[in-house]
């Protein structure tokens, strides 16, 4: 039985080395000093803070949400304990060089420490995460100046920072913000404006809070191409780096949430006295390209962190599972013989094996994702370009479909506990609750669908999925070597030609005008192309599998056995409702398009 | 714009009238006094408490769950106000004979009636609802004592009533319940056991509290054939009506659940002193039949209450999204064009059709169910043997899909609201978290699935899912002759065939010995059929809907048009996927079935 209510450290390590590769990271000279030795002691050390000092106070997080007192917000004290021993133990750190005192670990390690964290508690990890986004973004555009005064005191754990892109009359249309920046006589720039839904907008962890915030300025061009990017200081920071006097960011509320009630939701309002200084990043109205690297690599942490709680749930619910006796086999009619655990129930199995095939295929999807995020230091200039273009294909299906699948996987949770499920006693509800917000924030799934099918899955006609088929198309090869594996890769096959068509229509749809019809069935292609690249995942985890079962003895035998039966699962359950979905997207599905409000 | 948070009235008088018929029962002289006024009347009433009284205290008794202070349970006032208005106003009535003080109406209007307060407030109703069941219950199996002294006072509104079947180790397997019962020399009988998941189990509503309990007399047969019935008085009741001592039933903890925390869930010890007075009810060892009648009820009565939060989800996020300006189209270039609302947006209508279809069709299907339940009164002994046989396959399906599908109506209405639907200040989280219970309770939906496959479509040799496809057939007809819905009938035809292959190729799979294997798909036999029913029920809707048209004007013609566009839709995006299930069920699909323990 696996010992960890955090992760399947055995699936972590198959999906990291066996089907990953990622210590080949070590051959890059960034990584050299690294070795699966360093990795490992990185996520062992990560799963011991998480256990002891994040998982301890998620359900007391859940029920003490922050408050605010006097302007300021009051957390439980042990939110700032755990962020304190994740930093001391290099956390926030982890991606920076070593010269900035950093652990200069792949992308991917990183991600893989952060899955421990976010299983245990997904409302405390969400100030460091959001922290290390602001200094991964500062490390790219800011100036030397503004990565030693906001970018070195995140790495050191003192400061921490926060994405500033909603306001409260315009949540996914950032097009209509009202933000505005005024430039100074001295070169400096002055905010206005209030921004809505920020996670870790005000608290007192550290010294300071380091906002990066969109807004236009005074002047410039409607719509996003008008967007600028400002570090807003909580406390200015003083050319020497000290900390100067409060600036003009002021608390105005805090949002009450359904789930995920340890991370602090807020309501910001800048400048409201006239007076919160600003620095702008890069260049003029270039903003949104900026924000756009943190939000890609934030989609990726957002698709991750939805996973990390289905897996949460779905670990929880397999042991329950396991222990909970109850009810009979369907033909055994004598009632005094003993209740079998319900994991003997077929509809219990198929429960978690839903949950097994949603949460461990994004995972993998996740942490492939993010490993094409490390490619981007490959010597070899084609590696480079290829590995960016699939990650700009990936990283809304790691988004949408990682939060859609992982929400139904926490819903097959509490059902498995059933009326236990239901309560607070539990924490598979909480689990739910805290999932919820993904499918929701980073841009909106609907969002994230229009994204893959209208701008991905278009780019550089095709490339992207063009690359995206040769690896299935390679997958479906190696696989189908394997005789018992042969009918599955001839299945993938067929229905990654249903994608590839769809994708073929909607285009021409699109080219000839009706942009509107074709993106209209957007989420139906996300659910289709998701499919097909959880299929082809699955497909590679069975065909390792397939080929390690010979020589396995023990649990080793038993995991391959079970990641080739969830295989099969996938194949049998799921991978046939990519024809629906696909034919709704080719055939241009109207029904929706064509509603009237008047109607409802 | 529909002006009610709670109703559609358009849309219910559609389905009462247009579409059932329901006015028709008051040609059986039990509701020969009623009419389609007297009924409307009722709804009106109904929908004005429901908007007065339950409906503000919802988030409130949210916040303010109820609490047990000194072993009592303490509920916010609202809720006695709330419940005292429904009884003053007759509906504890609502089914009882005129000469008991009842308002004698049929329990498809009684449903329609509780509609209102279960769109409103799902806690709060729970109190009334139950106190019906019971003397639903006792109306039919209790002796004429029974009746006076437990039956009368819950009509009257003064007492209360529970199911008490669950026990702590035991919630779906009623075959291990060990709550034991042991007659005394002077005819009565002694309880002791415990209870787990009581519902309303402790309050201080009314004088009183009925709870109906299940318990094995000492000595009885093993399994559900050795379950007996009794009643245990909270106060015990003196033979002439007066309420005596206090029962040795103790409130041994409350349950703190996810959502419907207005109803107070409890945990009951009885006979801890050896003091637990109850009554028989009917002959020994018949419990469960006597309960299932009570069930068979309450399971509609849990699918309406589902499908209820779905509709109250559904409602709000289609004002909201009427309302709410963001976005623009996507070939809409020009950003200083004015936002549009984001009903414009077709992936917005897209999750309000889904909703519109999952819940209209659900909230159909109800009442149909419910009609089905008044025919037990048709002078003509055929109608009556045949609506028992349809109300037995369809309650699993009212239950099961209703919840399944009205649950994700809920998790569409809070994706519609963004952010601001995962807020404590919205109502659609709640919606959410109060209807999570209701694919739970009164049977899971894996053994709702169960009993559709394994019992309800196998009895009497299929005869009642003949008839289900008898009048599949005739509405396919009735449809067809409409040029616009041939297709469509159609494609109901074919998906009607294909649920009967699956059904016949299980039964084949059953009669051959491999039950297991057979009822291992038992869930994606719930689906496929579930989705035949209910594509039916938009059949019927969309054919009336057709013939109505030509003559409808202003308001009518878009709410007609709304069904016909609503019914495309399901057809389009649901009605296919009975294909890929019936297939699994067909084929017998074993990947779950075949799974081991030791392999996840």
């Not at 050390?45 to 997080?61: D, G, M």
């Not at 306001?167 to 913000?177: M, N, V």
């Not at 260049?283 to 942490?301: C, S, T, V």
Request: charged residues 20%.
């Amino acid at each position: 039985m696996n010992p960890s209510p955090l992760t399947n450290r055995r699936n972590l390590d198959f999906m990291l080395y066996e089907v990953l590769g990622v210590d080949r990271l070590c051959a890059y000279p960034r990584f050299a000093e690294h070795s699966r030795d360093t990795f490992g002691a990185a996520l062992d050390l990560a799963h011991q803070i998480a256990l002891e000092k994040f998982l301890p106070h998620n359900r007391k997080s859940d029920l003490n949400e922050p408050q605010m007192v006097d302007g300021k917000v009051e957390l439980i004290p042990e939110i700032g304990e755990a962020v304190q021993a994740y930093n001391d133990a290099g956390f926030a750190a982890a991606l920076a060089d070593y010269d900035a005192g950093g652990m200069q670990l792949p992308f991917v390690v990183a991600q893989a420490c952060d899955s421990m964290f976010s299983a245990a508690n997904p409302g405390t990890i969400a100030y460091p995460a959001l922290a290390r986004g602001a200094s991964n973004l500062l490390a790219e555009y800011g100036t030397p100046d503004q990565k030693r005064r906001y970018m070195q005191p995140i790495i050191e754990g003192r400061y921490f920072g926060t994405m500033c892109l909603s306001e409260p009359h315009a949540g996914s249309s950032l097009a209509d913000i009202r933000t505005t920046a005024e430039p100074q006589a001295d070169g400096s720039w002055r905010l206005t404006g209030a921004k809505m839904w920020i996670s870790a907008g005000d608290h007192e962890l550290g010294e300071n809070i380091v906002h990066l915030v969109l807004a236009k300025i005074v002047g410039a061009p409607a719509g996003v191409r008008g967007i600028s990017l400002f570090i807003v200081p909580r406390w200015r920071v003083n050319a020497d780096g000290s900390r100067g006097e409060r600036n003009d960011v002021r608390l105005a509320g805090l949002n009450h949430k359904m789930g995920q009630r340890g991370s602090v939701n807020t309501f910001l309002k800048f400048g409201e006295s006239g007076d919160c200084h600003a620095e702008l990043v890069g260049e003029p109205h270039h903003g949104l390209g900026y924000m756009f690297h943190m939000m890609n690599e934030e989609r990726i942490g957002v698709g991750m962190g939805a996973v990390l709680q289905g897996l949460a749930g779905y670990l929880y619910s397999l042991q329950y599972a396991q222990e909970r006796r109850q009810g009979r086999h369907p033909d055994q009619k004598d009632p005094t013989s003993p209740p079998v655990a319900i994991i003997e129930h077929a509809d219990v199995r198929r429960m978690l094996l839903q949950q097994k095939v949603y949460v461990e295929g994004a995972e993998l999807l996740g942490y492939y994702a993010s490993l094409l995020v490390d490619h981007a230091r490959d010597p070899d200039e084609s590696v480079r370009r290829d590995s960016h273009l699939l990650l700009e294909l990936l990283t809304p299906i790691v988004k949408a479909w990682g939060s859609d699948y992982s929400l139904k996987a926490n819903e097959l949770a509490i059902q498995i506990l059933g009326g236990y499920g239901f309560t607070r006693e539990y924490p598979v509800e909480q689990n739910y609750r805290d999932n919820r917000i993904n499918p929701i924030h980073e841009g909106t799934n609907g969002i994230q669908a229009l994204d893959l099918l209208g701008r991905k899955a278009m780019m550089q006609d095709g490339a992207a999925l063009k690359l995206l088929m040769a690896k299935i198309a390679q997958t479906c090869i190696e696989a189908g070597a394997h005789p018992p594996l042969m009918p599955l890769a001839d299945q993938l096959a067929v229905a990654a030609k249903l994608a590839i068509d769809a994708t073929r229509a909607a285009g021409a749809r699109m080219a000839a005008g009706d942009v509107r019809l074709a993106l209209a069935n957007a989420t139906h292609y996300m659910t289709a192309l998701g499919h097909v690249v959880i299929g082809w995942l699955w497909l590679q985890q069975a065909a390792i599998a397939q080929a390690a079962l010979a020589d396995a003895s023990g649990d080793d035998r038993d995991f391959y056995a079970g990641k080739l039966q969830a295989c099969r699962f996938f194949f049998a359950t799921e991978l046939p409702l990519v024809e629906h979905h696909a034919r709704l997207v080719r055939d241009g599905e109207a029904s929706a398009f064509e509603m009237r409000p008047e109607w409802f």
